[in-house]
């Protein structure tokens, strides 16, 4: 096997977890009279962290203050314990990939932008059914995607060079994290954005399925 460790994104990577997103970002900003977007639009809202989604999801004549942030973040996180589960679900081929990649014994980690609360619960209801040795989501003590700092954090405890693992992601962002962190950049055309976007931003390579992972390692 050509690598000995697979890192994953999770929102539009393993999960579409795009209208639940949607529809409790809408309902933040309802919640604050601002008018919602169109559920589509969150594909390139999505991705970046909490606070960078709340500064996008702002009217252009909204000034993103700091106390304007904190609020509708709080919002978010009521509504999104709302909705998590509503439609989320693993893509097309995802549970058939993981359980070839379980019975190969391939170590597998998940490196998210959610919050870890949110990431936790996830995981426990859509992907329990796998053993992925390291979970991370957007917290205080770690720096979120691009930043490689997760990547190096998953393969010391992994035990695996950068040159063992690959990272699987859909969007920009992902395709830099690998970069920064010197593991092989892996997109997926199935998720929130296109092929174009995922080879401009670097990646080494774009699966159009699942399954074409298994024919990468």
Request: no cysteine; proline share 6%.
């Amino acid at each position: 096997m050509s690598y000995q460790a697979v890192i994953w994104d999770v929102d539009g990577t393993l999960l579409n977890t795009l209208q639940d997103q949607a529809d409790a970002t809408n309902a933040a900003l309802i919640a604050f009279d601002f008018p919602p977007h169109d559920p589509d639009a969150y594909r390139y809202l999505i991705g970046g962290g909490l606070r960078r989604l709340i500064e996008g999801i702002l009217p252009d004549d909204v000034a993103p203050t700091e106390d304007l942030i904190v609020q509708l973040s709080g919002e978010y996180k009521l509504q999104y314990e709302e909705h998590w589960n509503k439609t989320t679900s693993a893509y097309e081929g995802i549970p058939e990939t993981l359980d070839v990649l379980t019975t190969l014994n391939v170590p597998m980690a998940l490196l998210s932008n959610k919050p870890e609360a949110f990431l936790t619960k996830v995981v426990a209801e859509f992907l329990s059914r796998w053993p992925f040795q390291v979970v991370i989501g957007q917290r205080d003590d770690m720096p979120h995607k691009p930043d490689p700092a997760g990547i190096f954090a998953i393969l010391e405890e992994l035990g695996h060079d950068a040159s063992q693992a690959i990272y699987i992601g859909d969007t920009p962002g992902d395709m830099g994290t690998a970069l920064n962190a010197g593991v092989r950049a892996v997109g997926v055309e199935w998720g929130f954005r296109s092929r174009e976007e995922l080879l401009r931003a670097g990646a080494d390579v774009v699966l159009k399925n699942p399954g074409e992972l298994l024919d990468l390692l």
